[in-house]
């Protein structure tokens, strides 16, 4: 049972560019969230989606984020225009009906780097 | 909202004992979730309380006071491999059930 899948682990992109970063979840887990992780600093919950729908999405920047969970395939996190504050470590992570005790389990991340 | 609190970082000794403390508010507490993080990797699971008393797991336990928002975890006989950030999270059935992480505990194990 392979575990949450993210790619890329590192992404380069310029100012201004888009960066797409995806996350696949755990098998079986219908629930995803993102969080943003700064150097030095805790995990910063960004979004909760349910297949298909936002369920909770206010850790999410008004302007040039969003996200996705469709029917089939992975949920994407999109950053358009990113700019240098937006360099950081986004992690996604699952969470399956009926697992309270074993809280998220979370993917690799992806190191994201604007220049 | 939430405010959880932990010390930023703690040094011990190898073989020793070390307590992480962590404090929170919150309106709708449903569980309180340790996370081990090493550096450049993701976080991963260590415990969960969602009553008050003591959880233990081997050489690591967890520990809950519902009635003072407080919660320690406890690492016995450490080992150089746990130095890392340790993470306390809280989740809140008013926030929709997510979890709101604290700012990480960077613990330093020395020889």
């Known amino acids: 049972n392979a575990g949450v899948m993210q790619n890329p682990r590192h992404l380069v992109r310029r100012r201004g560019q888009e960066a797409r970063l995806r996350c696949s979840p755990m098998?079986?887990?219908?629930?995803v969230y993102w969080y943003r992780q700064l150097p030095e600093e805790g995990l910063k919950f960004m979004v909760y989606?349910?297949?298909?729908?936002?369920?909770?999405e206010s850790g999410m920047p008004k302007e040039r984020f969003s996200a996705e969970f469709p029917k089939e395939g992975p949920s994407i996190l999109r950053i358009q225009q990113v700019v240098r504050g937006d360099s950081a470590a986004y992690f996604c992570?699952?969470?399956?009906?009926?697992?309270?005790?074993?809280?998220?389990?979370f993917g690799s991340g992806t190191r994201l780097t604007v220049v | 909202g939430q405010n959880i609190d932990q010390p930023t970082e703690m040094t011990a000794t190898e073989g020793a004992i070390v307590q992480i403390n962590c404090t929170y508010q919150?309106?709708?507490?449903?569980?309180l979730f340790w996370y081990q993080q090493h550096a450049g990797e993701a976080p991963t699971f260590l415990s969960y309380?969602?009553?008050?008393g003591l959880e233990e797991k081997g050489r690591f336990s967890s520990f809950l006071s519902r009635s003072k928002g407080y919660s320690y975890l406890l690492l016995k006989e450490l080992q150089m491999k746990d130095s890392a950030s340790y993470l306390c999270?809280?989740?809140?059935?008013?926030?929709?059930?997510?979890?709101?992480f604290g700012q990480g505990t960077e613990l330093s194990v020395k020889p």
């Open positions: 999270a809280v989740r809140d059935r008013n926030q929709g059930g997510k979890l709101i």
């Open positions: 992570a699952s969470f399956g009906t009926g697992d309270a005790k074993n809280g998220y389990t």
């Open positions: 989606l349910q297949k298909e729908n936002i369920i909770d």
């Open positions: 309380n969602v009553l008050d």
């Open positions: 919150t309106s709708g507490f449903n569980g």
């Open positions: 098998k079986g887990h219908s629930h």
